[in-house]
């Protein structure tokens, strides 16, 4: 069965740590693993993984894919009180729909 | 600027009543996807099109139903409420050729008393 694991389920730090969220997963036919944020409202597009592109950097946020572990991290560093959120990993299991994760819930001290 | 919105944002109805959640989005995007967000359940696929007139179950259909009439439009119906179906609603959209990238609705926020 496709799945989709992601740890821990949450996490406080203080404003400058740095965090790493993991993601694992399970499908037949792999071609994408995505991020996405989501604060008090809709989830937000972070990052696409494929085999093609293994890694992504966007500011302070990177994400890299390990396909041979079947996994993907979500770095973030010198957090912010503004990256407090929950963060959705999802692959598609077959055609566009995507199979998530439960989330990541990120609380950021000041 | 193209866009995807849900209406209403939030709905409070009884037991039995049938519920029409609308789902409408400019970005003339061929894939439409409804979900429902549950604390500690994540994101779960309800029902999915891939274009007019083409609709698909998703993980947790049972009670639910979908309608493609148009490229703009996915609304949901809850044909008899229950309970079970309290829960967040986000309609999203990808375009499919360029990815699996799906933009999200705002949420509707459905109460069932």
């Known amino acids: 069965e496709d799945k989709v694991v992601q740890s821990p389920l949450s996490l406080v730090v203080h404003e400058g740590d740095t965090v790493t969220l993991n993601c694992s997963y399970e499908?037949?036919?792999?071609?994408?693993l995505l991020w996405y944020k989501q604060e008090k409202k809709a989830p937000t597009f972070l990052f696409m993984l494929?085999?093609?592109?293994i890694e992504k950097k966007s500011g302070r946020l990177s994400s890299i894919l390990d396909k041979k572990e079947l996994s993907s991290i979500l770095n973030i560093t010198a957090t912010q009180t503004g990256d407090s959120a929950i963060y959705l990993c999802?692959?598609?299991?077959?055609?566009?729909?995507?199979?998530f994760g439960k989330g990541t819930s990120l609380l950021v001290t000041p | 600027d193209a866009e995807i919105t849900q209406s209403p944002r939030h709905k409070i109805t009884e037991t039995g009543r049938q519920v029409t959640l609308a789902c409408h989005q400019t970005w003339n995007h061929n894939n439409m996807f409804w979900y429902r967000q549950d604390l500690g359940h994540g994101l779960r696929l309800i029902h999915y099109s891939y274009g007019v007139q083409d609709t698909n179950k998703g993980e947790v259909s049972d009670g639910y139903s979908v309608s493609r009439s148009n490229t703009e439009d996915l609304p949901l119906t809850l044909e008899s409420a229950a309970s079970s179906q309290t829960s967040v609603y986000f309609c999203?959209?990808?375009?499919?050729?360029?990815?699996?990238?799906?933009?999200f609705g705002p949420g509707t926020r459905l109460t069932v008393l």
């Open positions: 999203a959209s990808s375009a499919g050729s360029l990815g699996n990238e799906q933009f």
């Open positions: 494929t085999s093609s592109g």
């Open positions: 999802a692959v598609p299991p077959s055609g566009y729909a995507l199979n």
């Open positions: 499908v037949t036919n792999f071609r994408s």
